[in-house]
């Protein structure tokens, strides 16, 4: 009897919005993120609005996180960069002076929304 070959189950990401943040399970090490996170959301003072805006991986203005996979890709050294799994995983980016544009907007039209993902729009972020 020949032995079906098995099908690697293909899974379908579904981006997280800002109406998804009270679903969000913090691991432990981040719990008091979370907390933080609640306090603010939660403040009440009169004439005092508070918002949370969950950045992505910052990059740019000399944040070390993604400098060193920048500079060997402009290096071409290796000539082809690491790829982790399948490529498929996506990383939510934001350039620092985006996220700085985003905060002075946020101050300026005071949205109804607390909780704003400051992510770039990048189609394909992998």
């Known amino acids: 009897m020949k032995e079906k070959k098995r099908r690697q189950q293909k899974m379908l990401h579904l ?12 691991s432990e090490e981040y719990a ?3 907390e933080a996170e609640e306090l603010v959301l939660n403040f009440k003072r009169e004439n005092v ?3 949370v805006i969950a ?5 740019g203005k000399g944040e070390a996180i993604l400098n060193s996979h920048f500079k ?10 690491p790829v982790v799994g399948q490529g498929n995983n996506l990383v939510p ?14 101050y300026e039209t005071k949205p109804e929304r607390q909780y704003i993902f400051g992510i770039d729009t990048t189609k394909k972020p992998t």
């Open 15 to 26: 981006a997280f919005t800002e109406a998804d943040y009270k679903m969000r399970q913090s």
């Open 32 to 34: 008091l993120v979370r």
């Open 49 to 51: 609005k508070t918002y």
């Open 55 to 59: 950045a992505g991986v910052l990059y």
């Open 72 to 81: 060997k890709a402009w290096l071409q050294e290796p000539a082809r960069l």
């Open 93 to 106: 980016t934001v350039h620092v002076t985006d996220l700085a544009r985003m905060v002075k907007k946020i």
